[in-house]
């Protein structure tokens, strides 16, 4: 089975740039690596994507300053106790995205 989420976009044009900022290339769908969304309507929603390096991930969000320019949230990595390590960085139109890395879980 494969899922093709639709992420909102109140100005696409905005969007577009943040997204193409953040790292996807722009064309009928978003693209990152081997991941696929879409820009469509405008409900609010959680994204979450696993990459196999959140720290350069993290550094590029801090090198293109995302939050500044877009005047958007992001909260650098941390572990989870459910074995991601992942960060949070909002898009302009308020979907909320996890990016993370699996580290696996912590014993007891």
């Known amino acids: 089975m494969r899922s093709k989420p639709f992420v ?3 100005d696409f044009g905005l969007s ?3 997204y193409e900022d953040l790292g996807f290339t722009v064309a009928l769908a978003l693209r990152a690596s081997s991941c696929r969304s879409s820009m469509c309507g405008n409900h609010n929603f959680t994204m979450h994507m ?3 390096d959140v720290e350069a991930w ?3 969000v801090e090198a293109q300053r995302l939050a500044s320019r877009y005047g958007v949230r992001a909260l650098p ?6 074995g ?3 960060f949070v960085i909002v898009d302009p139109t308020g979907v909320l995205w996890r990016i993370g890395q699996n580290i696996g879980t912590k014993g007891p």
């Open 84 to 86: 991601i390590r992942d």
């Open 50 to 52: 696993l990459v196999k």
């Open 16 to 18: 577009k740039r943040f």
């Open 77 to 82: 990595p941390e572990d989870r106790p459910w």
């Open 58 to 60: 993290w550094a590029h």
């Open 8 to 10: 909102p976009a109140r």
